[in-house]
């Protein structure tokens, strides 16, 4: 071998093993921690390490230390908690952004509060412009003096401090709202105006509107709100802000991945675009969901053609089967127990609800059904039964509140996954008992120890802005089923262990979602989305889970916040 060529093999073979080097040593390494991994041994190590976005080691101090290079960063955890980084499995993303920016109604304690909070939205807000809000629960005032028919306020006192703008306010379950006069009349809705089906306008004994929508009515008004139709700039433009709103509140509570629980074609393609542009910068799985004549229609545009696959993917469909059991509308096997009349509201017909998944089942899509009553639940179970859905489409209900016991074990032979929001139940708490009695609630309401030991899988999420998106006080209602503010306890012999609520906001969130290959836990070669705590939340007392505050939270190895 000539000596030039000598010389050059050598410098190539000595580039060629220092970028070895250079490559086997990590970009981050987090030591001296207690690391929960989520891994299928729930390992607890002392520290990872990180390279190019993805975990490449989990372990002890020594062996993890060992990776380090001279270009890598060394954050000395102090003992200090790390886990994988949340994942809420129902979310409505810029419904809670929208419900940030408008009035805010989830502690609001009576009608006259409400009323005064319009009034003085009113006098800032532009003649004609429409005033929102979100969150008022008639079941969790201090006065009932307001609720003159069916458990309803009238418009009245609302209509007259609003002469001039049309104003909707949303029941907290999302179920039902609130119109005044103006909105009304800008919906064109009037004491004739005939109840659509699967939806109520609520009118009195003597015909006069309370302002009341329930369910599919709802559409009357939200029409009307919608009908300014905006530009493509301009909405993008408002869903921009209502997602910068959702992500800021999100990352402050260590939310790294958020299942959209539903939106339309349009809304997923500006969240693609915000994506893209990285304005949105946490992860994001959406379902399709939009009126029902379209949804059939889009479903063939699914899987969403996504250009950044692992931070947006479209690839579920959402469908309401029924509604909440707060404003009547789950679907009961048996009637109300407080209101013997009312079974309820199947908000979608049967021969839809079949032609969806028959839809799905041939596009080999993941859906994802609404199902709060015992009746809606059954229905879901019993036609993906009749229609032989393949247990590895990883088919969802939603909520899945309210079941009759011969219907758990179906959950796990069908490999239908159970996505709960725990919080739901401490929330709904006081009402549940009214409304099924004491005995169907103990016997069917919220039962995730059931649905475990039937080797069902869970998810859980928030159903934000329905429920704040605070993941401590959902794990907190996860292992105690108490409420926060009165120590009151729901069933307790249903909750789950304190891994079982870490699982079912990380591994197994991932796995209702198709992630669990690349998210929702610390193992080699999965992204390295974690967040560092201020609590232990293996050992910390059951009343320490709420009060944790997130220190620092990384996206792929970046971070946030
Ligand atoms: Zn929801």
Redesign the pocket.
């Known amino acids: 071998m000539q000596d030039s060529k000598f010389k050059l093999l050598v410098v190539i073979i000595f580039a060629f093993l220092s970028s070895c080097k250079i490559k086997e040593n990590a970009d981050l390494i987090l030591i001296n921690g207690t690391i929960y991994t989520a891994d299928s041994k729930n390992s607890v190590v002392q520290a990872i390490a990180v390279k190019e976005g993805k975990i490449v080691a989990a372990g002890s101090n020594i062996n993890i230390q060992g990776l380090a290079g001279d270009q890598t960063q060394i954050i000395d955890l102090a003992g200090d908690f790390l886990m994988p980084g949340l994942i809420d499995a ?3 993303f810029t419904s809670l952004g929208k419900s940030l920016i408008n009035i805010n109604l989830l502690d609001s304690k009576n009608w006259e509060e409400i009323v005064s909070l319009v009034e003085q939205k009113a006098k800032e807000t532009p003649k004609a412009e429409w005033i929102e809000g979100r969150g008022w629960h008639q079941d969790k005032w201090n006065s009932n003096t307001d609720l003159r028919f069916d458990g309803y306020p009238y418009h009245d006192l609302l209509s007259a401090v609003s002469p001039d703008h049309p104003v909707v306010l949303t029941h907290a379950s ?1 179920h039902a709202l609130i119109a005044n006069s103006k909105a009304m009349e800008m919906a064109n809705i009037s004491a004739e105006t005939a109840s659509p089906s699967g939806g109520r306008i609520v009118k009195d004994a003597n015909n006069r509107l309370t302002g009341v929508f329930e369910e599919n009515a709802m559409d009357l008004i939200t029409n009307a709100l919608n009908s300014k139709t905006l530009s493509k700039e301009k909405s993008l433009q408002r869903t921009k802000n209502y997602a910068l709103k959702a992500q800021q509140e999100a990352l402050q509570y260590g939310i790294t991945c958020l299942q959209d ?2 939106a339309d074609f349009q809304l997923l393609e500006e969240l693609h675009q915000l994506i893209l542009d990285s304005s949105i910068k946490i992860r994001i799985e959406a379902m399709l969901f939009d009126n029902n004549d379209r949804l059939l229609k889009e479903i063939n545009r699914l899987p969403f053609p996504t250009q950044k696959p692992d931070f947006f993917n479209a690839r579920q469909v959402k469908l309401y089967l029924d509604g909440a059991l707060g404003s009547y509308g789950a679907w009961l096997l048996q009637a109300y127990s407080d209101n013997p009349k009312m079974l309820g509201q199947n908000t979608l017909p049967l021969t839809t609800l079949d032609s969806v998944i028959k839809a799905c089942k041939a596009k080999q899509l993941q859906l994802c059904v ?1 199902a709060i009553g015992d009746r809606g639940n059954r229905e879901v179970l019993d036609y993906i039964e009749k229609n032989q859905v393949p247990p590895q489409l990883r088919w969802r209900i ?2 899945a509140q309210h079941i009759d016991s011969m219907d758990i074990p179906r959950f796990a032979k069908l490999g239908v996954i159970a996505s709960v ?1 725990t919080l739901h139940c401490t929330s709904d708490a006081p009402f549940v008992i009214k409304r099924l009695g004491r005995s169907r609630g103990a016997k069917t309401s919220y039962r995730w120890r059931d649905l475990l030991n039937a080797d069902a899988k869970i998810a859980n ?1 928030t ?1 934000a802005p ?1 429920e704040k998106i605070n993941p401590f006080e959902n794990l907190y209602a996860a292992v105690t089923r108490k409420r926060l503010d009165n120590g009151l306890e729901f069933f307790p012999e249903q909750k789950m262990t304190r891994i079982e609520a870490l699982r079912a906001y990380t591994i197994w969130n991932a796995y209702a979602m198709n992630r669990e290959k690349d998210l929702g836990s610390l193992e080699f070669n999965k992204w390295a989305d974690f967040i560092i705590l201020d609590h232990n939340l293996l050992s910390c007392e059951d009343s320490e889970i709420p009060k944790t505050k997130v220190k620092a939270c990384f996206i792929a190895g970046k971070k946030m916040n």
């Open positions: 129902h979310a409505h999302g629980a539903g609404h939603e909520h929001q999420g159903d329905v």
